[in-house]
């Protein structure tokens, strides 16, 4: 097989060209542009036959992305943090109208303070929003998983939009060896988009996302769509398993990493997860049972899965590049939801938020992380939630303020 | 049907298309205007609405259209006409949709998304080119949450958020000719009890391509404060008082469909509006009366010639 180095965002790309995208709205942001670029020239030069169109926001771009969903094309769309949030009344209004399209999102910090740097925090903010989410750790993954999120969007079981989650900078503008799909190939696995009934034409009048006048409706279209997701769990089961049989690759709902005779597990997501994989090396050249499961799918919630993975371990770590205020870490507070009262979930799931704004997490803190987390489940005891900071980088801030304060005081001694 | 065919009152359709029933209010100068324009514009029409008072028509599971709807969200009606369109291009084109299943994409706000919030959804539809009719009722206010100001409300109206002694301060933005300004196909302004301009307008925008932008000033008996049964009447006088100037913006060019003549004084529009009320009672406010006067005045003296 070859193999090409693409970044991440050509990835997502090329995602959107194997799945014969009819419609790409689009907007650009730091981190994504490169993908909507990239489609741009493709559709310029006629390699890709879909039709392109930059709307004035991302709020414009996911309502036409969810009405050309409704009209009954495939749809592809991406955005990016503060653009997310732009957009988040669409996002959540779209999934209400069972439109299934895909939307890759780079995952970037959000504001305030602004910065590029990627955590998840954008892409939690959509957790509740009734669109699927798959989260990609390297390049190939970004490929397969837009493919993926077609089975899964447009299946009747489920029709919801999916978003592809990858992370700004680290696989954004990262080259990794990816295998693009022979187009043949992926049309075996993806065949052409069905829209059935949910369509606009002039003989078969219809009326989409209408109001609805009390709680009793409201609850049951809110239910459908929560079913809906439930739903997804298995239609993406079949949709992986499938794509293994087209291109022998794995894509399970949770990717478990030297799992099965580990005592303490460490619990990510995204591409900081392979961070978590060397320290799990590292840690088993030490003689530490250490392994690491990584949910692929988080909405749905791969609750299940996770229970099998983490059944009988003395302790689970979560490493959240999030954090809820004062609260703590979201993907924390969904697993000890999710084990909570199960019998043979791990008594101990300590809670550590890092890689906040791109900050890198390092070999030494994962040890440390699982240190701490065996010498819980040693104790019984949980620590509270650890926001991970070194002395170093303490140290680096006192410094930035000293030349703030010295700045601000020269600015106020000036005649 | 050409626009001439439409030569008297007896021309006009009376086909009813929209179904009765809905929840607007009794006297509703909007939905006077919609019936009209509907039966002009016929079922192969899809509506993009947003959130307005006229979200309210199509109620899970009812609505009075014969054809289609999609509610989309207050700032980004536009842009589902955008995905609409967009979308039934590509089904046309690649031969998915006969093209006699097409339909015409029309965007449903009141004022409040017109002037305010969609505006830049709009501005943007329009430098795109996007082939739509954009029907705005405006009100003159935030009419479903209980007439607050918005963009659209004239000097001194009295609202629900500008009950001092002068009404709103502001001025009502110029929405005509901020449309106009991005040279679009088309640009109008019509009201529901001008039936036979509006039928003309709206069959020209019907045959027209590209962006087509109608504003229909409507009468709004509990924003504006008047009885139900003085819709009409109330419509009438904002044109013969020049409150409301009938005019198109077709090829470059603004022109003035029925120009008043003698206009009848401001005066005689604002008495039958309780929103008004505070310039007459308890005393008359004649100065500020003048004011308004001389703003219209001037508006026809800027168009004159």
Redesign the interface.
């Known amino acids: 097989m070859t193999r090409t180095l693409l970044t991440g965002n050509a990835a997502a790309a090329w995602g959107a060209r194997l799945a014969q995208v ?2 790409v ?1 689009a907007f650009p942001i730091t981190p994504q542009t490169e993908i909507i670029e990239t489609i741009s020239t493709w559709v310029d030069n006629g390699t890709m036959q879909g ?1 392109m ?1 930059t ?3 991302e ?3 996911i ?11 495939r ?1 592809f769309t991406a955005t990016s943090s503060q653009g997310l949030l732009y957009g988040m ?2 996002i959540y ?1 779209v999934a209400g109208w069972r439109a299934p399209f895909v939307l890759v999102n780079v995952s970037r910090g959000l504001a305030s303070p602004i910065t590029l740097e990627p955590d998840h925090n954008d892409i939690m903010a959509a957790r509740d929003s009734g669109c699927l989410q798959i989260h990609c750790a390297t390049c190939q993954e970004v490929l397969d998983s837009v493919l993926l999120a077609y089975r899964m969007a447009e299946d009747h079981r489920v029709r919801l939009p999916v978003i592809v989650n990858l992370d700004g900078f680290y696989l954004s503008f990262t080259r990794e060896p990816v295998e693009i799909p022979a187009p043949e190939a992926a049309g075996e696995f993806l065949p052409p988009y069905d829209a059935a009934s949910t369509r ?4 078969a ?9 009390g709680g009793s ?1 409201y609850s049951y279209f809110r239910y459908e769509s929560h079913l809906a997701a439930l739903q997804a769990i298995t239609v993406y089961e079949e949709a992986a398993t499938a794509f293994a049989g087209v291109f022998g690759r794995q894509h399970a709902t949770v990717e478990a990493y030297r799992c099965e005779d580990a005592d303490i597990v460490f619990v990510m997501i995204g591409s900081f997860a392979t961070k978590a994989m060397a320290a799990v090396d590292r840690l088993r050249d030490a003689g530490q049972t250490v392994g690491l499961v990584r949910p692929r799918l988080l909405r749905p919630f791969p609750g299940e899965r996770l229970l099998q993975l983490l059944a009988g371990k003395r302790g689970a770590a979560v490493i959240d590049q999030n954090i809820s205020m004062g609260m703590g870490g979201v993907l924390h507070a969904e697993l000890a939801a999710s084990l909570y009262g199960k019998p043979d979930a791990p008594p101990v799931l300590t809670s550590f938020i890092g890689g906040l704004g791109g900050r890198d997490i390092t070999p030494e803190e994962f040890f440390e992380i699982a240190a701490v987390t065996r010498r819980a489940a040693t104790e019984g005891v949980t620590p509270p939630p650890r926001l991970l900071y070194t002395s170093d980088e303490y140290r680096e801030i006192r410094k930035l303020q000293t030349i703030a304060h010295a700045e601000r005081n020269a600015l106020e001694s000036e005649p | 049907m050409t626009s001439h065919e439409f030569r008297r009152m007896k021309d006009l359709p009376s086909t009813q298309l929209l179904g009765s029933g809905t929840p607007m209010c009794a006297g509703c100068g909007g939905l006077e205007a919609l019936h009209e324009i509907y039966d002009v514009l016929g079922p192969g029409t899809v509506f993009v609405n947003a959130a307005g008072c006229m979200t309210l028509l199509a109620v899970y599971p009812f609505t009075p259209f014969r054809g289609s709807w999609l509610y989309t969200a207050m700032a980004s009606a536009p842009a589902g006409a955008q995905g609409v369109r967009d979308a039934l291009d590509i089904l046309i084109a690649q031969q998915r949709l006969p093209a006699r299943e097409d339909l015409q994409v029309v965007v449903l706000t009141g004022d409040g998304s017109a002037y305010g919030m969609g505006l830049s959804a709009t501005s943007g539809a329009i430098e795109r080119d996007l082939d739509f009719i954009y029907i705005c009722y405006d009100n003159e206010g935030y009419g479903n949450t209980g007439q607050q100001f918005s963009d659209a409300t004239p000097h001194a109206a009295r609202t629900a958020t500008s009950k001092g002694p002068l009404g709103f301060s502001g001025y009502k933005k110029d929405l005509f000719s901020i449309w106009a300004a991005h040279k679009p196909a088309y640009v109008a302004t019509v009201i529901g009890a001008e039936p036979l301009d509006l039928a003309r307008k709206i069959e020209t925008a019907r045959q027209l391509k590209g962006p087509r932008l109608i504003i229909a000033l409507a009468p709004c008996p509990p924003g504006w404060d008047f009885d139900p049964r003085e819709t009409a009447d109330i419509g009438k006088l904002a044109v013969a008082t020049g409150v409301w100037p009938l005019k198109e913006y077709i090829d470059g060019k603004v022109v003035h469909t029925k120009v008043p003549h003698p206009r009848q004084p401001v005066e005689a529009y604002l008495r039958k509006q309780g929103r008004f009320a505070h310039l007459f009672e308890p005393q008359r406010n004649a100065a500020l009366l003048q004011e308004l006067q001389d703003r219209v005045d001037r508006y026809w003296e800027s168009v004159a010639g």
């Open positions: 009819d419609y709205p039709r169109v709307l004035e926001s709020h414009s771009m309502t036409a992305a969810g009405a050309a969903a409704t009209t009954g094309v749809v009344e669409m209004t606009f034409a002039a003989s009048p219809s009326s989409q996302a209408v109001a609805v006048l409706p």
